[in-house]
C-alpha cells in the first residue's frame, strides 16, 4: 500500500516540533495554574514594565524571535526586487483583507458587546511582527521573505496603526450605524514606534550581529549545520516561556469568565482560519512555490498581539473589556496557528509535490529539462 506523502513530511518533524502541540496546551495549563494558584503572581510580573512594555513579555518574544532572525541569509535579501507579485499580495491581504475581515467578524459575532468588539478590531490592525517568524520556521516558509514581510508590517505599523484605528473604531462605526455614539481613540505613534523597536529590532539587530561575525570566523557551513541547528530549537522554549508568562497573567479569566471568553473567541478562531485558507489557496493559486505561499499566508493571519494589548490598556485602561478582548486574543491564536503549522504541512504534498510531478513527467529534453529539474529541487 502506498503512504500518503503528507505522513512523511509530519514524521519528518523531530520530537519537539511533532508533539509542540502538547508542549503548548502544558505551557498553557502551567500558566492558568499559577495564575490562578497565586493571584498576586500577575501584579508581581506586571511590575517589571518599561512603560507599557512587559519585560518579562519582552524578554521571551525576543528570545523567541531571535533564532529565526539569525537564521536569515540576509546576503539573500536582495531577491525580493523580484517578488513585487508576492509583496504586492502581503500588503493586500495584510492592510485591506485583514482589517476589514476582522472588523466585519467582530461586528458579526459582537453586535451586542460593542467594548469587546473594538478591542477584537484592534487585534485585527496589529499586524504580525513576532510570532509569525515561529509559525514559518516550523511549516518551512521562506525565511528571507518573511523577514521582510515582517519589516514592512513594522514600517506600516508605525505610520498607519493609530490612523487605522480611528477610523474603524471612531469613523466607520457611525457610518454603519448613526444611532451609535463614536468612541474617542487616540494611539501615540511614538508607543507603537517604541513596541516595534524592542519586539522586532531588538531579536533583528541580535540575528544580523550574530549572521556576520560568527559566519566571517566559522564559515557559512559551520554556521548553517552547527550552530543553526542548535539554536533554532531554543525559539520553541522561548515560545513556551512566554506562554506560561502570559496565561499566569490572565490565569483567573478562565475560571471567571468563561463564556466571555468563549465569545470573544469565536471570531478570533473565524478570522485566523478565514484569513490562513484565503491566503494559503490565493497563493497557491497564484502560482507561489509552497515555501512562498506559507510565508504569505502566516504573515497575513497573525497579528501583534502584543501592541494591541498595550494600544487597549493605554487608550482604555487596564481592566477595560477591550484590554480583556485584546489579552483573549494570543491565547486563541497560539494553539490555532499551531493547529495550521499542521495543515500546512498537511496540504504541501497534496498540492505543491503532485503540480512537481505533472512537470516533471512533462517530455522535456536537454538543458531544458536539467533547468527544470533544478528549479523543483
Known amino acids: ?144 521573505y518573511a523577514a521582510i514581510i515582517v519589516a514592512l508590517n513594522a514600517a506600516f505599523q508605525i505610520v498607519l496603526y493609530s490612523v487605522y484605528a480611528y477610523f474603524f473604531i471612531t469613523v466607520l462605526p457611525v457610518w454603519l450605524d448613526p444611532s451609535i455614539s463614536a468612541t474617542a481613540v487616540n494611539i501615540n505613534p511614538w508607543d507603537v514606534a517604541r513596541s516595534v523597536a524592542i519586539f522586532l529590532g531588538v531579536p533583528l539587530a541580535m540575528g544580523i550581529a550574530t549572521r556576520y561575525s560568527l559566519e566571517t570566523r566559522k564559515g557559512e557551513e559551520w554556521y548553517e549545520e552547527e550552530f543553526l541547528a542548535k539554536l533554532k530549537p531554543t525559539a520553541l522554549v522561548g515560545l513556551l516561556f512566554t506562554l506560561v508568562v502570559m496565561f499566569s497573567l490572565q490565569g483567573n479569566y478562565f475560571v471567571q469568565l468563561p463564556m466571555d471568553i468563549l465569545r470573544v473567541a469565536t471570531p478570533l478562531v473565524a478570522y485566523f482560519a478565514l484569513m490562513f485558507v484565503l491566503s494559503f489557496l490565493l497563493s497557491w493559486r497564484l502560482g507561489f512555490t509552497y515555501q512562498e505561499t506559507v510565508t504569505t499566508s502566516f504573515t497575513a493571519a497573525s497579528n501583534n498581539f502584543e501592541l494591541a494589548i498595550a494600544t487597549a490598556v493605554a487608550v482604555f485602561g487596564l481592566s477595560s473589556s477591550q484590554a480583556f478582548a485584546t489579552v483573549v486574543g494570543p491565547l486563541v491564536e497560539v494553539p490555532v496557528m499551531i493547529g495550521l503549522v499542521y495543515v500546512a504541512l498537511w496540504l504541501k504534498p497534496k498540492l505543491f509535490m503532485m503540480a512537481a510531478t505533472k512537470i516533471t513527467s512533462a517530455p522535456l529534453v536537454g538543458f531544458e529539462r536539467v533547468s527544470k529539474e533544478a528549479q523543483l529541487t
Open 1 to 144: 500500500m502506498t503512504r500518503d506523502p503528507s505522513q512523511e513530511v509530519l514524521s519528518g518533524l523531530s520530537v519537539l516540533d511533532r508533539f509542540l502541540p502538547i508542549w503548548i496546551f502544558v505551557a498553557m495549563g502551567v500558566g492558568v495554574l499559577i495564575g490562578f494558584a497565586l493571584p498576586q503572581s500577575g501584579s508581581v510580573i506586571n511590575s517589571f514594565r518599561i512603560g507599557s512594555v512587559s519585560l518579562p513579555i519582552a524578554i521571551g518574544l525576543v528570545w523567541m524571535m531571535y533564532p529565526p532572525l539569525a537564521a536569515v541569509k540576509y546576503k539573500e535579501l536582495g531577491k525580493v526586487r523580484t517578488a513585487g507579485r508576492m509583496m504586492s499580495v502581503s500588503l493586500l491581504l495584510n492592510w485591506v483583507v485583514g482589517p476589514t475581515l476582522m472588523f466585519a467578524l467582530a461586528w458579526v459575532f459582537l453586535p451586542d458587546l460593542p467594548l469587546f468588539r473594538e478591542g477584537i478590531i484592534l487585534v485585527g490592525l496589529a499586524r504580525c511582527i513576532a510570532m509569525v517568524l515561529v509559525w514559518n520556521m516550523l511549516a518551512g516558509g521562506d525565511s528571507e
